[in-house]
């Protein structure tokens, strides 16, 4: 069965959640990966603050293709989430709500959800066109001359979502692979 | 001699990298409906059904198929018999990405340096792979390409007692290490011999070719149905989400090789394995 949650998301909604759930997400998301993270590092060693209130918010590992007059956005689906691995432990310290990228993460990563109760989504890679439907509206908010790795905030609609990496750790790339081995 | 303008080199190559980023070719069209059938996982049915369903967004509301719409990879096999005329022919493929990616609302992924990453803006260079051949025709090829999946892609130098279970170990390790980092069901592209750049260039071939077909050689043909099979049995699924629908299928090049060596790469594309091909 779909579970349904908004974003931004709680601990308490986070926890309830459980690897190999089915999520419909609605809300606000915002976008960053590999040029956006480096950058947010920075901000953070220098003592800055980051461009938005990551607090119990949902970071989707996303570029999008430009969008088409009338359209919100472009293909918008996920890209590669361990590209990110250096950066994802302390955002998730500073109390990141969740993650919605593709592929598998670093046990610094786990480590990390665990500590703070947070949680790991994919959604399908490869689907930008289908995923690109479920956002309503885009607005770059940082790092606009990073082009397609600007910062933007995104309001999406059943956005559809797997969860990969639950708050306890269970990882469903591990367990759900063997089922199928034969 | 044939005379080919710069101009309509340009002007294909842009066209192509526009088709290529909206539509897959039939055979790869054919091989998504037969594996919905084939997959024994509910989820990964329900992720098959959602790939398909994107390509159809794809092609009716001209979405790219993926966001990463790649770097350009062509092909040129130009005839000995043809006269390019007007300017530099690399001017005029780059010059076709250039427009195709602006015209077709594509996502401009390259950077200048791979140390400083700056981007180009307007998704040049392309990789060019030229090859010279009988005839007075230009065969292109433009394979744009994802880098989820090329940054799982593995060369191997093996030695020759490793012999074929080398090879099969050295695909089944570069297609579990990815896993679900690069987008399957996945296509593997496998070049095996020659050198160490000559194998991988094969690999990177061996993505273009129609699904339909089989190698010529017997050796080959059924190694590639062997790897299919036990990449399959692997248990990695549509999306890493676990599953019976790991590859769409094995493609293997060969070539002759040194007599101490025997170079193996393994060129991994997701389900989204792009190519547009025409003839000038």
Redesign the interface.
Same mark, same amino acid.
């Not at chain 1, 996303?62 to 088409?68: C, D, E, H, I, V």
């Not at chain 1, 990073?146 to 790795?149: A, D, Q, R, V």
């Given at each position: 069965m779909n579970k349904r949650i908004k974003a931004p998301i709680s601990r308490e909604e986070a926890a309830l959640l459980k690897a190999?759930d089915?999520v419909l997400l609605s809300g606000t998301i915002y976008t960053a990966r590999d &040029?956006a993270h480096k950058r947010m590092q920075e901000a953070l060693d220098k003592g800055e603050a980051l461009p938005f209130d990551i607090r119990s918010n949902i970071i989707y590992y996303?570029?999008?293709?430009?969008? *088409?007059e009338g *359209?919100p956005i472009?293909? &918008?689906?996920p890209?590669?989430a361990?590209r990110m691995d250096k950066y994802t432990p302390q955002l998730l310290d500073l109390g990141m709500g969740a993650m919605i990228g +593709?592929? +598998?993460r670093s046990q610094a990563v786990i480590d990390g959800i665990i500590r703070n109760g947070s949680v790991y989504f994919?959604a /399908?890679?490869? &689907?930008?066109?289908?995923l690109? +439907?479920r956002i309503l509206s885009s607005e770059v908010i940082a790092y606009e001359d990073?082009?397609?790795?600007a910062i933007r905030k995104l309001e999406v609609e059943d956005f559809?979502v /797997?969860v /990969?990496i639950d708050s306890e750790g269970n990882n469903?790339?591990e367990? &759900?692979?063997?089922?199928?081995? *034969? | 001699m044939r005379s080919i303008s710069v101009s309509e080199i340009t002007k294909q190559i842009s066209e192509m990298c526009i088709e290529a980023n909206h539509f897959l070719s039939p055979d790869m069209k054919k091989v998504f409906d037969s594996s919905i059938e084939k997959e024994c996982s509910p989820l990964g049915k329900q992720i098959l059904g959602q790939l398909e369903e994107n390509l159809v967004i794809a092609g009716t509301d001209r979405i790219p198929i993926c966001q990463d719409t790649g770097m350009a990879v062509v092909f040129m096999k130009i005839g000995q018999e043809v006269s390019i005329e007007g300017g530099s022919l690399a001017d005029a493929i780059n010059q076709g990405v250039r427009e195709g990616y602006a015209n077709g609302y594509l996502r401009k992924s390259v950077v200048r340096d791979p140390i400083e990453r700056e981007n180009t803006r307007d998704n040049t260079p392309a990789v060019i792979h030229y090859d010279i051949v009988p005839g007075d025709r230009i065969d292109i090829m433009v394979a744009p390409k994802g880098f989820g999946s090329e940054n799982m892609s593995r060369v191997f130098m093996l030695k020759p007692a490793d012999g074929i279970d080398g090879v099969r170990n050295a695909v089944l390790t570069a297609v579990k290490d990815a896993g679900p980092n690069a987008c399957p069901p996945m296509v593997v592209g496998v070049g095996i011999g020659g050198t160490f750049e000559k194998c991988a260039l094969m690999a990177k071939h061996a993505l273009t070719r129609n699904l339909e077909e089989e190698s010529p050689i017997p050796y080959v043909r059924e190694l590639e149905k062997e790897l299919l099979k036990e990449i399959n049995c692997l248990g990695i699924g549509p999306g890493g989400l676990g599953g019976t629908v790991t590859a769409f299928a094995v493609n293997i090049e060969t070539y002759p090789t040194h007599i101490a060596g025997l170079p193996v790469a393994v060129n991994i594309c997701c389900h989204v394995n792009r190519h547009a091909h025409r003839v000038l």
């Open positions: 190999g089915y &040029a996303m570029g999008p293709s430009p969008a *088409r *359209r472009g293909s &918008a689906g890209t590669t361990s +593709k592929g +598998k994919a /399908v890679g490869g &689907a930008g066109a289908l690109s +439907k990073l082009g397609t790795e559809p /797997v /990969v469903l790339y367990t &759900a692979i063997l089922e199928y081995q *034969r | -």
